[in-house]
Nanobody, 126 residues
């Protein structure tokens, strides 16, 4: 059974930076893609960024393009989300998720992903 664990969340000031990590463990580490989602208080969960496991292709939500960067370290079974120029609207719980079956929902669609971490909270405020 695949397990995901996020870390690196915290309180940062607007314009600051934060780096989130997600480590994967379990019986199956071969997957199609892994992604970051976030959910702000009172808001729907939204896709932030996705990276393809085979070729490293990345996808970003328009709201974070140019500010966030997704990367991976296969030796450590870890992906990262480098978040720069943070804004108050980035405040949310950030979740890591993996797509094992490659269904047709889309790279940033919630229903595309089968396994989820518990999340790490990011608060952007003065």
């Amino acid at each position: 059974q695949v397990q995901l664990e996020e870390s690196g969340g915290g309180l940062v000031q607007p314009g600051g930076s934060l780096r989130l990590s997600c480590t994967a463990s379990g019986f199956t580490l071969n997957y199609y893609a892994i992604a970051w989602f976030r959910q702000a208080p009172g808001k729907q969960r939204e896709g932030v960024s996705c990276i393809n496991n085979s070729d490293g292709t990345t996808v970003y939500a328009d709201s974070v393009k140019g500010r966030f960067t997704i990367s991976r370290d296969n030796a450590k079974h870890t992906i990262y989300l480098q978040m720069n120029n943070l804004k108050p609207e980035d405040t949310a719980v950030y979740y890591c998720a993996i797509d094992v079956t490659n269904t047709a929902w889309g790279p940033l669609a919630i229903m595309e992903y089968e396994y989820w971490g518990r999340g790490t909270r990011v608060t952007v405020s003065s």
